[in-house]
């Protein structure tokens, strides 16, 4: 054998070993991490290491919209490729999502599939692609792209074949992930508003009142009953009435700040707990809640308009109390002031 023959021989038996070890790593990987992001970078820095892309992404189908988004991304321009998005069929990945079938591309300039535009908003040229689908069973869940090569050679068939097989274990990793994600939230989560459920909230409640004391930072509380809520259960029947605190309760959630943690605490009984947060601050926050509740269109049935107000308490630690059941009582106590009283209104506890 020539000594060409033997080193080619070597290198390509070295590769097969390399991609057998990759395989097995990833495998023990989804074994071991339910963590999406961590198992998902994981992979795709063996893809980095076996391939040697100039730069690489995943992008995942969002499944309210049906569109890609860039979930990971290593690229000299991967803060600005977040802030794409992909219709379903547009540019060589959605192309790959909607047909289910992978492609490599030698040159992006001869195939009218790809995206140009993205090249000129990013400033970026792409020369060669290769884009393999995340299927598990019937359903596509997003792709792998690989751009270009750092070692100045095209991709070819043995690099789709390798990577269609460790999208193959990235699918796997996503659909797990995200079947423990909803397993996980029917177990904290009320199931008519989409809010954490009495139970996690004591659990979040614990945590926060201890990060607090460790870090010497403030927390409020606030607790918000509906107002007459009976009245339109009476009225209009519970149909309405469940409706009613399904879109109350994702109307709190979408106005809350991120880092707020919004939870039902029983029938028409509502918390919010506010990590670093003055009862000045908490005032302030729930002041405008308040006006975006009176400002929000709640209707029946029949498209009779409802009107929706709350009474509100606040407490504070460690300014009002230094345990949790205290910061409970003393929120939910200055809640009970405004019910008894004008209602539709706001009750600091007093310092």
């Given at each position: 054998m020539e000594t060409k023959d033997y080193?080619?021989?070597?290198?390509?038996?070295?590769?097969?070993?390399?991609?057998?070890?990759?395989?097995?790593?990833?495998?023990?990987?989804?074994?071991?991490?339910?963590?999406?992001?961590?198992?998902?970078e994981a992979i795709m820095q063996?893809?980095?290491?076996?391939?040697?892309?100039?730069?690489?992404?995943?992008?995942?189908?969002?499944?309210?919209?049906?569109?890609?988004?860039?979930?990971?991304?290593?690229?000299?321009?991967?803060?600005?490729?977040?802030?794409i998005r992909l219709k379903?069929?547009?540019?060589?990945?959605?192309?790959v999502v909607q047909h289910g079938e992978p492609l490599l591309i030698d040159d992006v300039k001869k195939?009218?599939?790809f995206a140009a535009y993205i090249n000129d908003l990013l400033e970026f040229?792409?020369?060669?692609?290769?884009?393999?689908?995340?299927?598990?069973?019937?359903?596509?869940?997003?792709?792998?792209q690989l751009i270009n090569s750092m070692e100045e050679v095209q991709f070819n068939d043995a690099d789709m074949k390798i990577i269609s097989a460790i999208a193959d274990y990235a699918a796997i990793a996503i659909d797990n992930a995200r079947n423990f994600k909803r397993m996980n939230d029917l177990v904290i989560s009320d199931d008519l508003t989409g809010l954490y459920n009495a139970n996690h909230f004591h659990a979040l409640l614990d945590q926060e009142i201890e990060?607090?004391?460790?870090?010497?930072?403030?927390l409020s509380l606030v607790f918000l009953d509906l107002d007459h809520f009976k009245n339109v259960n009476d009225t209009y029947g519970h149909l309405v009435g469940s409706r009613l605190l399904s879109?109350?309760?994702r109307l709190l959630k979408k106005h809350a700040r991120s880092s707020d943690l919004c939870a039902r605490y029983g029938g028409d009984e509502f918390v919010i707990?506010?990590?670093?947060?003055?009862?000045?601050?908490?005032?302030?926050?729930?002041?405008?809640?308040r006006d975006v509740i009176a400002e929000n269109n709640f209707v029946s049935d029949t498209g009779e308009r409802l009107a929706v107000t709350a009474s509100y308490g606040i407490s504070a630690f460690p300014a009002d109390a230094d345990s949790k059941r205290n910061l409970i009582q003393i929120a939910d106590n200055a809640m009970y002031e405004v019910k008894q009283s004008s209602r539709d209104g706001i009750s600091m506890s007093r310092d």
């Open positions: 080193l080619l021989n070597m290198k390509q038996l070295e590769r097969r070993n390399n991609e057998m070890n990759i395989l097995m790593d990833i495998g023990k990987t989804l074994t071991s991490n339910l963590n999406l992001q961590e198992v998902l063996k893809v980095e290491f076996l391939l040697k892309p100039k730069a690489w992404s995943l992008l995942l189908v969002d499944e309210d919209t049906g569109e890609l988004y860039f979930e990971c991304a290593v690229s000299p321009v991967s803060d600005s490729l977040k802030q379903k069929g547009e540019g060589i990945a959605g192309w195939d009218n599939r040229t792409t020369r060669s692609i290769v884009c393999v689908p995340l299927r598990i069973r019937d359903r596509i869940l997003g792709v792998i990060r607090a004391r460790r870090y010497g930072t403030e879109e109350f309760g707990i506010l990590p670093q947060t003055s009862k000045i601050n908490a005032f302030s926050m729930v002041t405008k809640l």
